[in-house]
């Protein structure tokens, strides 16, 4: 029996998936809520909250606690049988780590926690994570030394953004200039975590590297002249890239004798979650495509030809696969849904109640209650076009006509030409936004059967690269299967949208 572990730390929780691939089965799930089960690191919802709002960190130690939880809880698994580990986390966020680091990990005994026997080899106390929106600066310095948006978005497949890596680490290396010299290496979320796993500095995989600013996305190299241009010997503090299929260690004996697992289990480099979640979908193949609809709304899907959003607010990462993964971050997503049924204060049902009894409208609310990833929008408010603000009804339709209409504009550039959209996160139980999803991209859509995609896809990532002679959909299509029913477009609700396109551009356009 071939058991295979993924696992994924995200903003919030630590999650853990076995799968058992000779059954096609997932056997185990566990997730340590960070907040909830660590609550000594005071963090909301994982993360560390500044003064200045625009500073975001999260207490390393804090991963690393959970790490041993999350082993404990799978103590009714035979972990033995486990044959290989692969593991996904939040993009962009790093960490600092200093000279001590590799010899405390290589050292690590199973009497003690990772926590109490690592907690002095960090040079940075806590580590930048992607909601960290406070290095405006640093970006347009790094930009302006690389020749601009255009040339950014070639060279790295996105523009310099405040959440991607390459900013953090210049404003550490400007603010603190000695910790920075201090730092003997510089790990991602993801590489972090699978140092720690496999007792040694893991490489970046192109996945999550691809999200730094920093990595020459055609080449998967380390782009010199974005390297010089963040910081000084940044290359020596880096870790070589990898593709992320390829194994590059074995379990730590840390882990095989306090938890028993099989000590020769592989250990694979952590991707990202976005670029994991395409793999736990099963979006291995253009054509179909994912929206997800939670907090923020995403849209991606998997590409074979080289495509950068040349507005530079989308973003171009490699796949686990080796293709390309496009993908559009709207912030403005199931979160100021909620703030506007807040506004009108009706539940869920109502909510729906509202899009079931409205037709296709033809007023647009613009739903920007915080600022905007695509598009950019820095200064925060909603705002109505033809739109009566005490039309209930209308304004629920209008809010996920408007955001719908705004995914289908700005993610023309990823040329994906969907036939079908899995749609999966918070809100993809609501069939009538799901509906106009349809409508709008005038392209069928299914549920997503995956609760935790990017977990789920860590574990398929492992059991491929133990599986060398079984393409990707081999490997995961028994795992993701999507739900029925099939919503399909309705024909005179899409040409209506096909023309409502236009004037939602002009709308979006007006100052
Ligand atoms: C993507 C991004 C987020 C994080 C969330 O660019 O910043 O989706 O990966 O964990």
Redesign the pocket.
């Given at each position: 029996m071939g058991l295979f572990l993924g696992l994924d730390c995200?903003?919030q929780s630590l999650s853990a998936i076995v799968i058992d691939f000779d059954r096609k089965k997932v056997v185990f799930e566990a997730s340590i809520n960070f907040e909830k089960t660590l609550p000594q690191y005071k963090t909301i919802a994982g993360t560390l909250r500044h003064s200045d709002p625009l500073i975001v960190h999260s207490p390393q130690l804090m991963w690393l606690e959970a790490l041993d939880l999350i082993f404990q809880e799978m103590k009714g698994i035979d972990l033995k049988k486990i044959q290989a580990i692969s593991g996904s986390?939040?993009?962009?966020g790093s960490v600092y780590l200093n000279g001590s680091f590799l010899e405390r990990l290589q050292k690590l005994s199973p009497q003690k926690s990772l926590k109490e026997q690592l907690e002095g080899a960090f040079s940075r106390s806590t580590s930048p994570i992607?909601?960290d929106a406070s290095t405006s600066e640093e970006c347009r310095e790094i930009r302006e030394s690389l020749g601009g948006v255009k040339k950014a978005v070639e060279m790295t497949g996105s523009d310099l953004?405040e959440?991607?890596t390459a900013s953090q680490i210049r404003k550490f290396y400007k603010q603190e200039s000695k910790a920075y010299a201090q730092t003997a290496s510089i790990a991602l979320v993801s590489s972090f975590m699978a140092s720690i796993l496999a007792g040694q500095i893991a490489p970046i995989d192109y996945g999550d590297g691809s999200?730094m600013n920093l990595m020459d996305i055609r080449k998967k190299e380390w782009h010199p002249l974005a390297l010089k241009s963040t910081a000084p010997d940044l290359e020596k503090k880096l870790p070589s890239l990898s593709e992320t299929s390829k194994v590059f260690g074995t379990v730590h004996p840390y882990f095989a004798s306090k938890y028993g697992i099989n000590p020769d289990a592989l250990v694979l480099p952590w991707t990202?979650?976005?670029p994991s979640s395409l793999i736990g979908l099963g979006l291995v193949e253009e054509g179909i495509v994912g929206i997800s609809v939670g907090t923020?709304f995403?849209h991606f899907g998997t590409l074979k030809q080289f495509h950068v959003d040349p507005a530079g607010e989308g973003?171009l990462f490699v796949s686990p696969t080796g293709d390309y993964m496009p993908?559009n971050?709207f912030l403005n997503g199931a979160l100021a849904i909620q703030k506007l049924r807040n506004q009108y204060k009706i539940d869920w049902e109502d909510f729906d109640k509202a899009l079931l009894s409205t037709k296709p409208g033809k007023g647009i609310l613009l739903p920007y209650f915080d600022q905007e990833i695509v598009p950019k929008v820095l200064k925060p408010g909603i705002r109505r076009f033809d739109l009566d603000p005490n039309d209930v009804a209308a304004n629920c339709r209008a809010i996920v006509e408007s955001q719908m209409l705004s995914m289908r504009l700005h993610s023309a550039w990823m040329k994906l030409h969907p036939t079908l959209i899995y749609a999966t996160g918070g809100v993809s139980n609501r069939i009538p936004i799901l509906q106009i999803m349809a409508d709008v991209h005038n392209c069928p859509v299914l549920r997503s059967s995956v609760p935790k995609s990017t977990a789920l896809g860590a574990a398929l990532t492992a059991a491929r690269a133990s599986h060398p002679d079984k393409s990707w959909k081999e490997v995961i299509s028994p795992f993701t299967a999507p739900l029925p029913p099939q919503i399909n477009p309705n024909p005179h609700s899409s040409k209506h949208y096909a023309l409502l396109l236009k004037k939602y551009e002009e709308c979006e356009n007006s100052k």
């Open positions: 995200s903003t986390a939040q993009q962009h992607w909601m953004i959440r991607f999200g990202g979650d976005n923020s995403t973003n993908l971050c």
